[in-house]
Antibody, heavy 120, light 105 residues
């Protein structure tokens, strides 16, 4: 059974940094691209980053480019999101999701999310 | 960026048929997917590739469309379908629609 478990969220002040983790199990983590997607309170979903299975390519939404860094450690089955220069508009639930080429690159598997609140 | 536009809300009675639309700002071929999200839960994939039913999803859900105009149909609607429905395209950098909140009368 595919499981994705995020952690690392919390309450931080504007301008500070935070690093999220997503531990994967139930599939060969090193064979799949992974994404971070966020959802501001009572708002829609926003894709923010993709990392290829071998870390060879990384892509970011314009809203986080230059501030956030996606990375992975395939030996630990873990995906990361390092967030710097946090702003109030970064307040959201952050989900990791597994890329699924068998379903046309939809997001068939999501974690339960970790909440990041940026407030002074 | 590919912008996806959904109507914000719909209200239907149980047993009726409902269609939820999603329009893309540019063609995404059939790279369109639909998700259901209930309060406090992560999104759940319903339809992928515009018209393919995800495993385990009831056949009451169906999808259609290609290019820029897509539809999610629920027929018949049940009380448990109260949720917000999101479309998402994977033809370009992923993007989501704003969501359609489905309420039952």
């Amino acid at each position: 059974e595919v499981q994705l478990v995020e952690s690392g969220g919390g309450l931080v002040k504007p301008g500070s940094s935070l690093k999220l983790s997503c531990v994967a199990s139930g599939f060969t983590f090193s064979s799949y691209g992974m994404h971070w997607i966020r959802q501001a309170p009572k708002k829609g979903l926003e894709w923010i980053a993709l990392i290829y299975y071998d870390s060879s390519n990384k892509y970011y939404a314009d809203s986080v480019k230059g501030r956030f860094t996606i990375s992975r450690d395939n030996s630990k089955n873990t995906l990361y999101l390092e967030m710097n220069s946090l702003r109030s508009e970064d307040t959201a639930m952050y989900y990791c999701a597994k890329e699924e080429y068998t379903t046309d690159y939809s997001f068939a598997y999501w974690g339960q999310g970790t909440l990041v609140t940026v407030s002074s | 960026d590919t912008v996806l536009t959904q109507s914000p809300a719909l209200a239907v009675s149980p047993g009726e048929r409902v269609t939820i639309s999603c329009r893309a700002s540019e063609s995404v071929s059939t790279g369109m997917h639909w998700y259901q999200q209930k309060p406090g839960q992560q999104p759940k994939l319903l339809i992928y590739g515009a018209s393919n039913l995800e495993s385990g999803v009831p056949a009451r859900f169906s999808g259609s469309g290609s290019g820029t105009d897509f539809t999610l149909t629920i027929d018949p609607v049940e009380a448990d379908d109260t949720a917000t429905y999101f479309c998402q395209q994977s033809w370009n950098d992923p993007s989501f629609g704003g969501g359609t909140k489905l309420e039952l009368k």
